[in-house]
Nanobody, 121 residues
Framework: QVQLMESGGGLVQPGGSLTLSCAASGTLFRVPGMGWHRQAPGKQRELVASINDGGAIKYADSVKGRFTISRDRAVNTVYLQMNSLRPEDTAVYYC???????????????WGQGILVTVSS
């Protein structure tokens, strides 16, 4: 069973910074892609950023220039550096990953449990 464990959330003032981390553990043969989504109160979950094996990166328009996604493939960990945070960035942030448990298995997908980021003065 694959688990994703997020860390690094909390309360930060507008204009501040936070870095989220998400470590994948379990039987992992290959992890082609990892990413971050968020869900604000009363809103649908949305993609924040994603990164794949080849290093291709996508960002939501609302975070471009402020957030940076990166990945350490050796330890199956993805990071989200968040700068210039705004109150509208307040949400539960979820990590996700596409993975294979061995070379014959079909791909699968996992979500983390979510971590709260609150931007408020």
């Amino acid at each position: 069973q694959v688990q994703l464990m997020e860390s690094g959330g909390g309360l930060v003032q507008p204009g501040g910074s936070l870095t989220l981390s998400c470590a994948a553990s379990g039987t992992l043969f290959r992890v082609p892609g990892m990413g971050w989504h968020r869900q604000a109160p009363g809103k649908q979950r949305e993609l924040v950023a994603s990164i794949n094996d080849g290093g291709a990166i996508k960002y939501a328009d609302s975070v471009k220039g402020r957030f940076t996604i990166s990945r350490d493939r050796a330890v199956n960990t993805v990071y989200l550096q968040m700068n210039s945070l705004r109150p509208e960035d307040t949400a539960v942030y979820y990590c996700d990953a596409y993975y294979y448990t061995d070379y014959r298995s079909p791909g699968d997908h996992a979500w983390g449990q979510g971590i709260l980021v609150t931007v408020s003065s």
